[in-house]
């Protein structure tokens, strides 16, 4: 049930996540050709590719985590069958949801004061405001914890009894 309401949110987030590396992608190369033919660089390309790259790992971080892709030791695990899997999984999903929870804990006033102080980030021909990534690293972070925790209850699931073990594994 948690999928079917995250998948949306998920892909959207990819989706964002590949326009804004699209866009850094033509601020470079547009920095790169001023620098080296006009000697002029685009002012602040420093400041929004190191704001874009913590918004982007943020943004990618839910599809990673509900496509499987985080780090894992698929051999270990293979080796105890469904129940080892799902209590491989239960464990994981507390984890990961209590390491990303932490991060929500911690980044939310942060970023709260961040956009009430009207907090930048560079110095120079070009100041970008620092709350846009303060707040996707505390929503992404947010919604990792949701896909962990829907993870951990499925593994639960199947720990108790109450769904087969392929249910657990993504």
Sequence with gaps: MSDRLTTPVVHLLLAVAALIIFALGFLVV???IG??????PVKGTPELVSMSIVIICFLLAPYAVQSGGMLKADVLVGAFGGRGRAFSELASGVLGALFFGLIVWGG??????AFMAGEYEGEGALRVPAWPARLVVVAGAALVVLIYLARAVRALRVLLGRATPPDVVA
């Design 30 to 32: 547009a920095d790169v």
């Design 35 to 40: 620098r080296g033919v006009f000697n002029s």
């Design 108 to 113: 939310t006033e942060p970023a709260l004061r």
